[in-house]
T-cell receptor, first 115, second 111 residues
Framework: DSGVTQTPKHLITATGQRVTLRCSPRSGDLSVYWYQQSLDQGLQFLIQYYNGEERAKGNILERFSAQQFPDLHSELNLSSLELGDSALYFC??????????????FGPGTRLTVL | GQQVMQIPQYQHVQEGEDFTTYCNSS?????IQWYKQRPGGHPVFLIQLVKSGEVKKQKRLTFQFGEAKKNSSLHITATQTTDVGTYFCAGFYPNDYKLSFGAGTTVTVRA
């Protein structure tokens, strides 16, 4: 158990819908990261927040957005869902965003299925 | 663009044998990390390498960072069934906060 929690574990929805994935980082970690893992794309970095502020952006679609709240939990919002958005979404956290001290702890993931 | 390449994609190993997985980048990395993901699980941090030419060992696992900080390897000796999973390398580029993951090497072990 990494200490990072993600809800829900599984999500099944239809194309065109909107969903929200939730992540609570480890106690004391200020940085939160979101990743998408699909069979053909591997582990893709989406976005990073540090202490409530966006810190880095990866290959995140405009239909996707995220935020980190004052209690440091984070939400990833996926809208106008397409079949290709079906994937495992991981949240990770670290103490700080400094790459040299950036051991990331991953949550168990949310498996999203778009039908 | 900056990308971490990892080979091989799959490694089928006889129990007791050794194997190596490799990561390469066309440009210099600030550091490199290795993660292991068991089937059905999430990535788990194994180690971080920062210095040029650095070598670190964890029991049967040996991690190396190249002199030019453009490549890295993970060597596992005397493979066991507990080594099954996907091993990812992931690197930070200078002045970048994004961790770039390799595609992973998925390891299966024949008993």
């Amino acid at each position: 158990d990494s200490g990072v929690t993600q809800t829900p574990k599984h999500l099944i929805t239809a194309t065109g819908q909107r969903v929200t994935l939730r992540c609570s980082p480890r106690s004391g970690d200020l940085s939160v990261y979101w990743y998408q893992q699909s069979l053909d794309q591997g582990l893709q970095f989406l976005i990073q927040y540090y202490n409530g502020e966006e810190r880095a952006k990866g290959n995140i679609l405009e239909r996707f957005s995220a935020q980190q709240f004052p209690d440091l939990h984070s939400e990833l919002n996926l809208s106008s869902l397409e079949l290709g958005d079906s994937a495992l979404y991981f949240c990770a956290s670290s103490v700080d965003p400094n790459p040299l001290s950036n051991e990331q702890f991953f949550g168990p993931g949310t498996r999203l299925t778009v039908l | 663009g900056q990308q971490v390449m990892q080979i091989p994609q799959y490694q089928h190993v006889q129990e007791g044998e050794d194997f190596t997985t490799y990561c390469n980048s066309s440009t210099t990395l600030s550091n490199i990390q290795w993660y292991k993901q068991r089937p059905g699980g999430h990535p788990v941090f194994l180690i971080q390498l920062v210095k040029s030419g650095e070598v670190k060992k964890q029991k049967r696992l040996t991690f190396q960072f190249g002199e030019a900080k453009k490549n890295s390897s993970l060597h596992i000796t005397a493979t066991q069934t507990t080594d099954v999973g996907t091993y990812f390398c992931a690197g930070f580029y200078p002045n970048d906060y994004k961790l770039s993951f390799g595609a992973g090497t998925t390891v299966t072990v024949r008993a």
